[in-house]
């Protein structure tokens, strides 16, 4: 009975994240709300799942530590991977879609995000030649009484660690996020991504697993939009010249 009962929790909590668009990490609100004075990940700011103040510790480059998380424990990352970094912990904070791929055991984690295989072949272009001494951020750590990480392993180049940029989105934050064989429905961590977010959650989407002819379309729905929205923002940039 206690078995069912905790269960039956972990299932209403789940839907509960869903339903509202935040994971329940230490960070994350109840509900998103707009934050307009975030100073770090303003993709979010419409409608956030992280408090405006939370963004501050991002917001001066180098970033030293998030929460009790150091970054630096190898050196301080290169400017070009400390911003990549910080797409990712902007994603996991504050995006309201993070809880669609919520964890199915951990309320507060993410599982199988799809990424673009060219958002993560830049993401290992960017940081290749940066150290580090996990290859999961999630597990690897040694994390002493006050919660803060160390390292258990000497520094180690990136592209010692990782084969590739799949390699390292699929193995840094362990189950987190997958690279998507898509090019148009995964998630670039900038502007497009509302595009994605449209069919990656539409019903036709979710039906997509049975049917590859309603997968198709989706990807062919998918990058007409990301045309139309390409052809949009250039034509915005030439009437600001």
């Not at 309201?96 to 958002?119: E, K, M, Y």
Request: a neutral charge; hydrophobic letters at 25%; one cysteine or more.
């Amino acid at each position: 009975m206690l078995r069912f009962a905790i269960t039956l929790l972990a299932v209403i909590t789940s839907s509960t994240c869903k339903q509202y668009g935040c994971l329940e990490g230490d960070t994350q609100k109840p509900k998103p709300s707009p934050e307009p004075n975030m100073q770090e990940c303003t993709l979010y700011s419409k409608s956030s799942c992280c408090y405006a103040d939370f963004t501050e510790q991002l917001a001066h480059s180098p970033v030293i530590k998030v929460s009790n998380s150091f970054w630096n424990r190898c050196g301080q990352l290169s400017k070009s991977c400390e911003d990549f970094t910080k797409k990712i912990e902007c994603f996991y904070r504050c995006s309201p879609h993070a809880a669609r791929w919520i964890h199915p055991n951990d309320t507060a984690a993410i599982q199988g995000v799809p990424l673009c295989q060219s958002f993560c072949d830049d993401w290992y272009e960017a940081c290749k030649d940066d150290s580090i001494c996990v290859r999961n951020w999630l597990t690897d750590w040694e994390w002493d009484e006050s919660g803060k990480n160390h390292c258990k392993d000497k520094c180690t180049p990136y592209s010692e660690i990782y084969a590739n940029g799949t390699d390292m989105c699929q193995s840094m934050w362990g189950e987190s996020f997958k690279v998507s064989k898509s090019s148009c429905l995964c998630l670039q961590m900038n502007k497009k991504d509302s595009i994605a977010i449209k069919y990656l959650l539409s019903k036709s989407s979710e039906e997509s697993s049975s049917s590859s002819s309603s997968s198709s379309s989706e990807e062919h729905a998918c990058q007409n939009k990301l045309l139309k929205f390409g052809k949009l923002k250039r034509e915005e940039g030439e009437q600001t010249r």
